[in-house]
């Protein structure tokens, strides 16, 4: 997009650079201190609930059930990624002002290399903007610093729609109309504002795609290890994973490891170590291995 077509709501102040810049720095001079307390509160809360069955040992009494849905879910590990990958070369190009440009900046290999350099600090200090920050810090053209935070924002900000988006069906299955409608209006709004400038309207749509591959992972894991039925999958588990991705969405700063499991045996009352167990496969397949991913051998910048 040539700067001069972009939208007023893009071209923020100056004042908000600055500000940008500031808390860009403060986050990773603290984002350790920020996220592991997050996941020590967290793994606590896990333990609590794994008390009233058996304990932590009894997740090694957990056993794949289903090898076929685990291999199915571990199968769709490169569709998320691919869409990750898809969703973030649109951002760039949208953001970033044409003449700093260059087919080495906006090619896939460019935008694989910055997303898989973005888990591994993601990983390294789980915390949600350090995700960004490494893309950021990864880019060619660091001195647009400001660019990129904004492609990662507004990537962020598109794929947090789609995970409410895909929490109206779910509290309308889970009986609460009223709570459904509400949000649905919220996420129609929102939908609206950011589909103003037509560049949004395929980051959105990846969006929705990704959420659709990750919670069929998640199912999937979930029917793996027995937590349920693979017949319950759509009326009991779909409305339960969109909650625990909508609680913790909600959250200012989540811990990767830790938040997830404890928000999911919250929602789900029986069977805690085999969810537990689930939920540790899913996050070890979309974050652990990216982020490995990005340590070698893509740690060097492409070439083109």
Known sequence: M????????????????????????????????????TSGLALL??????KQHGGWAALSEVRVTQLWC????????????????????????AQMPEQLL???????????????RGQTWAF???????????????????????????????????????TFAMGIP????????????????????????????????????????????????????LAAFGAMHVNDLWSEGFPRVAGVWCVVSALPWPAELGVREAAAAWMFDSQIPAVLAGTFVVWALNRCLPALMGIWPFQRVPNG
């Open 2 to 37: 040539h700067p001069s077509f972009r939208p007023n709501y893009i071209a923020f102040p100056l004042w908000m650079q600055a500000g940008y810049h500031k808390a860009s720095a403060w986050g990773q001079k603290h984002k350790r201190a920020l996220s592991f307390p």
């Open 45 to 50: 809360l896990v333990g609590a609930a794994l």
């Open 70 to 93: 685990l291999g199915l879910a571990v199968a769709m590990w490169p569709l998320n990624l691919g869409l990750e990958v898809a969703k973030w070369k649109r951002l760039k190009a």
């Open 102 to 116: 260059s087919r080495q900046a906006t090619s896939w290999r460019a935008a694989c290399h910055e997303v898989l």
């Open 124 to 162: 390294l200090a789980p915390f949600r903007m350090a995700d960004g920050l490494g893309r950021i810090q990864t880019m060619a053209q660091e001195h647009r610093g400001w660019d990129a935070a904004k492609a990662f924002g507004l990537g962020a900000l598109c794929q947090g729609w789609a």
């Open 170 to 221: 779910a509290l309308a299955m889970l009986g609460w109309p009223g709570s459904a409608a509400a949000l649905g209006l919220v996420v129609l709004a929102a939908g609206g504002w950011l589909a103003r400038d037509a560049s949004n309207k395929p980051v959105l749509l990846l969006s929705v795609l990704r959420y659709g591959v990750f919670a069929s992972q998640y199912l999937l894991c």
